[in-house]
């Protein structure tokens, strides 16, 4: 079974997602409890951390594109960090750099909410 | 090479499964880790269809994935008994349309054909439905750096 988990964390108004493993079909439903209850507790402002994941199908992109509307109904977003050039790549030939901001790090998308306060 | 083949039941749990067999066989044929991890993608996306649209997330359907490498092309058969798909029906995504629907569906097909050089369907209702996906695999002398 593939191996895939996640963690959040609070820095102040951010939640961060830390992505770890494979994000397929299987998996998908994971981080999607993960988008359920942060915006049950309504903390819109989100930062997915992709340092350490080491794939992702379509699947785990739909999400994104499942919760996107209503983080930003929040007056929140989703920003994305830290991929790979090979996870970077599979949002790319989806368009996502269009419709999605995508930093470095982590510390780079959280700085981006505080500027936009 | 001889034809490899898995045969799986129609379980998303079971795709990591299908990858790690598609992986074992391109790194025994020693193919380029960005080519073989677009056919491994691929492979993944055609078999999560099967497993949503074909089998309608019934896990008892069976898919047979064949691992058939030639010295120019590695083709993968994926074949399933369930329901016929007509990707003639699925329109290319548009994520700005998909951003103001909340559609997340049709990304895999489009990233099928967008990571391999041909994308075909094959159906017997009744009987069979088939993809067959293929990568070119031959490194050109001529134009090696």
């Known amino acids: ?117 | 090479m001889k034809t490899k083949t898995l045969k799986v039941k129609s379980k998303t749990e079971n795709l990591s499964q299908i990858r790690d067999f598609v992986s074992s066989v391109t790194s025994e044929l020693k193919i380029p880790k960005d080519i073989s991890e677009n056919i491994i993608l691929a492979v993944d996306e055609a078999c999560t269809n099967i497993i949503k649209h074909a089998y309608n997330y019934s896990p008892d359907g069976e898919i047979l994935v064949k691992l058939k490498p030639t010295k120019t092309k590695f083709v993968v058969s994926i074949m399933d008994n369930g329901i016929t798909f007509q990707p003639d029906k699925i329109p290319e995504p548009d994520l700005q349309k998909y951003y103001r629907q909340r559609r997340v569906g049709g990304l895999g097909i489009y990233l099928m054909k967008t990571l391999m050089d041909e994308v075909k369907y094959t159906s017997k209702p009744g009987q069979y439905n088939e993809v067959l996906l293929s990568k070119n695999i031959r490194v050109a002398q001529s134009n090696a750096r």
């Open chain 1, 1 to 117: 079974m593939a191996e895939f988990s996640t963690s959040i964390k609070d820095k102040g108004e951010v939640s961060i997602i830390n992505l770890k493993g494979y994000l397929d079909a299987h998996t998908a439903p994971i981080l999607e409890n993960n988008f359920v209850d942060l915006i049950d507790k309504s903390r819109f402002k989100i930062v997915v951390d992709f340092r350490d994941l080491a794939y992702i199908s379509s699947a785990g992109l739909g999400v994104f594109m499942a919760f996107i509307e209503k983080v930003r109904d929040g007056k929140g977003d989703i920003k994305l960090a830290g991929m790979n050039d090979k996870v970077y790549n599979i949002f790319d030939l989806l368009g996502f750099p269009l419709l999605y901001e995508i930093f470095n790090s982590e510390d780079e998308a959280i700085k981006k909410f505080a500027e936009n306060r």
